[in-house]
């Protein structure tokens, strides 16, 4: 009984949508700026974290509002509720991409590092952010590339049969099919993936409102 | 034996957190403001959707980047996979206290319009954000009062016997100690009720960077 009328309250006519009065466009207009979501994929080591705070360095040192969502570090309070089953990785994708939304939505431009395996998972963020504002890059590197860099010494203990379920080795990573940005994180500087991000902001009219 | 492995990996060594080069300050520098939380707690009906809104409006027509994290509107995405059973809304209430957390230190001035009724729950996203940026209003109206505005018509619900667990009837709400504003909606115009707010941010320097 008590679980119907949970129910019942749960049901959305009764969950009113509260309409603001302000737009993300004056939001923009304040910031100079289109919120959008620069959503990074790829392997453990292709970079994504390195190169989205490299990112935000230099956007932040141009006066442009930027924020990192670094899956790792979501983990450790919004998401701290997620273990790594594969149900909870999803969860952990869907609650990032939720709040990178909502980051858009108040005008930032908001960067989000995480491997995110999922097509589906991450074209759902793509259609709720707009197309126009989802910019996925896809680091484009070699498992063996990455494992030798193995940054945070996962790979290690992949092969060392202390970890299972790791993107690339024993579970799927599905390569974007139509990133807006792909780079090569072997063959450029983290300058150079900063520099090319940057190019694509300007012919896409992200740093300015007209 | 995969469960097992899962838990390794969850293990905090396993979680690598990245420093950013930039900090909360160099965006509050850009914005000219400071990041902060600015909590409004009530029973429902007691205006705080109507007065975080009209705040938001006030705050950007100053230039100032505000923005509402309505609880009822989360439910819409982040939380959209909670219902209202009491561990659920306490889930809703910690998600919206570490998505606040987040964006005060993106430097936005952070409004959240939640009934929150557990002072543990709001005092925990207190000492998360520091003392110094969690501006908790308390709108002190009686039961009385709200159930006869009853905007969404959910006391009328409850008095029909369709919901149950409706906080200030037959759940608990527990009153801040220590508020840093309160207010009594029901003798203040909503034009006070935003004055009053602004006194207190130009009083405490939320409003620019020294």
Same mark, same amino acid.
């Given at each position: 009984m008590k679980e119907n009328k949970h129910k019942m309250l749960s049901e959305?006519?009764?969950?009113?949508?509260?309409?603001?009065?302000?737009?993300?466009n004056d939001r923009e207009m304040i910031l100079d700026q289109r919120g959008c979501v620069v959503w990074f994929t790829g392997l +453990?080591? +292709?970079g994504k974290s390195t190169i989205a705070c490299a990112l935000e360095k230099k956007l932040i040192t141009l006066g442009h509002l930027a924020y990192v969502l670094d899956g790792d570090n979501i983990r450790h309070n919004?998401? +701290?509720?997620?273990?790594?089953s594969p149900e909870d990785r999803r969860e952990n994708v869907r609650r990032i991409g939720e709040l990178a939304v909502l980051f858009a939505d108040a005008g930032l431009i908001t960067v989000t590092a995480l491997i995110s395996p999922y097509r589906d998972d991450r074209d759902r963020v793509r259609r709720k952010v707009g197309q126009e504002r989802f910019i996925e890059i896809f680091l484009d590197v070699s498992l063996d590339i990455c494992e030798r860099r193995d940054v945070k010494g996962l790979y290690k203990k992949v092969r060392n049969g202390?970890?299972?379920?790791?993107t690339g080795i024993d579970a799927p990573y599905e390569k974007p099919l139509n990133p807006e940005i792909l780079i090569d994180t072997s063959r450029l500087s983290v300058e150079e993936c900063v520099n090319t991000i940057m190019r694509y902001f300007e012919k896409y009219n992200i740093l300015r409102v007209p």
């Open positions: 959305s006519q009764n969950i009113v949508w509260h309409d603001g009065a302000i737009s993300r +453990s080591g +292709s919004l998401n +701290s509720d997620l273990g790594f202390e970890i299972s379920d790791f």
